[in-house]
Nanobody, 116 residues
């Protein structure tokens, strides 16, 4: 079945950038919803960015203008470009994909740490 593998996390200073990748295997890359979530220590998981097959992209207010979600169908990959990172962006970031039946598939997460 579908397996997701996130990568690209790491430690950066405030103002830095990272690009997260999520590679999907075990399925044709024709998902209807592609999204990134994050969970900070002591906080609930929140939706960061999503892309829908209609072409609509959405972002949580705190990342608008800084984060961009994109995809490469040929590489079965979803990306999250993160610029102007702040300590508040520190979290484990998870890839989430939904198929035509809106079944959800999750990755294991990749750690992003933003500190001086």
């Amino acid at each position: 079945q579908v397996q997701l593998a996130e990568s690209g996390g790491g430690s950066v200073q405030p103002g830095g950038s990272l690009r997260l990748s999520c590679v999907a295997s075990g399925s044709r890359f024709n998902f209807w919803v592609m999204a990134w979530y994050r969970q900070a220590p002591g906080k609930q998981r929140e939706l960061v960015a999503s892309w829908q097959r209609s072409g609509t992209t959405t972002y949580t207010d705190s990342v608008k203008g800084r984060f961009t979600i994109s995809r490469d169908n040929d590489k079965n990959t979803v990306y999250l470009q993160m610029n102007s990172l702040t300590p508040e962006d520190t979290a484990v970031y998870y890839c989430n994909l939904k198929d035509s039946a809106f079944r959800a598939f999750w990755g294991q997460g990749t750690q992003v740490t933003v500190s001086s």
